[in-house]
Nanobody, 127 residues
Framework: QVRLVESGGGLVQAGGSLRLSCAVS????????MGWFRQAPGKEREFVAT????????YHADSVKDRFTISRDNSRNTVYLQMNSLKPEDTAVYSC????????????????????WGQGTQVTVSS
């Protein structure tokens, strides 16, 4: 059974930082791209960042580029999202997701390509 467990969310003031972690079990982590998505109240879930199976390719949404960084440690079966210079508009539930296809050359930003999802962790940024 594939399981994704996020941690690291919380309440932070604008301009602060948080690092989210997502631990994966139940599959060979290093074969699959990973992604982070978020959903704010009353809004649809949106793409935040993705990283290839090797970690060599990453994409970040324009809204978080230069502030957020996705990374992974295949020896720990964990993907991270370092969030700096947080803004109130970053407030959302952040979820990690695992790609459905192994060895994908270019990681995808499309939610439908992700087969497994974590339960999410709340990030609240106060002004």
């Amino acid at each position: 059974q594939v399981r994704l467990v996020e941690s690291g969310g919380g309440l932070v003031q604008a301009g602060g930082s948080l690092r989210l972690s997502c631990a994966v079990s139940g599959r060979t982590f290093s074969r699959y791209a990973m992604g982070w998505f978020r959903q704010a109240p009353g809004k649809e879930r949106e793409f935040v960042a993705t990283i290839s199976w090797s970690g060599g390719t990453t994409y970040h949404a324009d809204s978080v580029k230069d502030r957020f960084t996705i990374s992974r440690d295949n020896s720990r079966n964990t993907v991270y999202l370092q969030m700096n210079s947080l803004k109130p508009e970053d407030t959302a539930v952040y979820s990690c997701a695992a790609d459905s296809t192994a060895w994908r050359t270019v990681p995808t930003t499309h939610q439908n390509s992700y087969a497994y999802w974590g339960q999410g962790t709340q990030v609240t940024v106060s002004s």
